[in-house]
């Protein structure tokens, strides 16, 4: 990441925005919600957020990949947004399939059995990310 770390709302907004190409529901109406209550306390959360999704000795790739395999490994929904970060970021789908597989070597067969899906679930998000690009 470049020396200049977003400083407003709207800044960090964005940084969702190029990540995915949208802002996930869920991140929204958190936004939303601090925006109005709480919007030192949003702001907070965000800088931190950042100064740890943004590296200076991780490319976003391999950030990306990382979070998608520690999200898989526990089932969680948020695997498939940062696996479309990961793409977006230069990823292939061959290496999302292995973070995949290494998810399986420490999380067994849930992790396995669900893979198919979430890459599904990822192409899909991927080609909405490129309809909302091109409006």
């Not at 520690?70 to 940062?82: C, G, M, P, R, V």
Request: no cysteine; hydrophobic share 45%.
């Amino acid at each position: 990441m470049s020396d200049e770390r977003p400083e407003t709302i709207d800044d960090f907004r964005a940084t969702y925005e190029k990540m995915l190409g949208f802002v996930p529901p869920r991140v929204g109406s958190r936004f939303e919600a601090s925006e109005k209550d709480n919007p030192e306390l949003l702001l907070a959360q965000e800088r931190l957020r950042n100064m740890i999704m943004y590296p200076d000795t991780l490319d976003q790739k391999t950030v990306q990949l990382v979070l998608f395999g520690i999200l898989h490994a526990k089932l969680s929904d948020a695997a498939k947004l940062h696996g479309l970060a990961a793409l977006r970021a230069g990823a292939s789908w061959d290496e999302l399939r292995a973070v995949i597989d290494l998810a399986f070597l420490f999380t067994g067969f849930s992790a396995i059995n669900r893979g198919p899906q979430v890459l599904a679930d990822i192409a899909e998000l991927e080609k909405k990310a490129k309809e909302n690009e091109r409006d």
